[in-house]
């Protein structure tokens, strides 16, 4: 049974920088599409950014040039590097996973296209 689990949220000001990780478990297929979303109350799921098995990525375009999405794949773990946070990326933060056949968009990940969910982590950046 694939299991994912963040860790690494927190509280920040403003211009400062996290690292959320996402360790991974469960999965026997080495063809996947991993990626981080995000919801802030209210507003509905977001895709931030994505990484297939060969190590392509994409990103929606508010965290471009902010925002690193990398993976360990010694340790299982799929990794977001966030820097110059703002007020505006408070939200959950939460990763997901879709192994074998997947779509990528070069726009960012669509939350329709995941089938694997971890719980999240709440990153809050105060002003």
């Known amino acids: 049974q694939v299991r994912l689990v963040e860790s690494g949220g927190g509280s920040v000001q403003a211009g400062g920088s996290l690292r959320l990780s996402c360790s991974a478990s469960?999965?026997?297929?080495?063809?996947?599409?991993m990626a981080w979303f995000r919801q802030a109350p209210g507003k509905e799921r977001e895709g931030v950014a994505q990484i297939d098995s060969d190590g392509s990525t994409s990103y929606v375009d508010s965290v471009k040039g902010r925002f690193t999405i990398s993976q360990d794949n010694a340790k299982d773990t799929l990794y977001l590097i966030m820097n110059s946070l703002s007020p505006e990326d408070t939200a959950m933060y939460y990763c997901?996973?879709?192994?074998?056949?997947?779509?990528?968009?070069?726009?960012?990940?669509?939350?329709?296209?995941?089938?694997?969910w971890g719980q999240g982590t709440q990153v809050t950046v105060s002003s």
């Open positions: 997901a996973a879709e192994f074998g056949d997947y779509v990528f968009r070069a726009s960012g990940p669509q939350p329709g296209n995941f089938d694997y």
């Open positions: 469960g999965y026997t297929d080495n063809n996947y599409l």
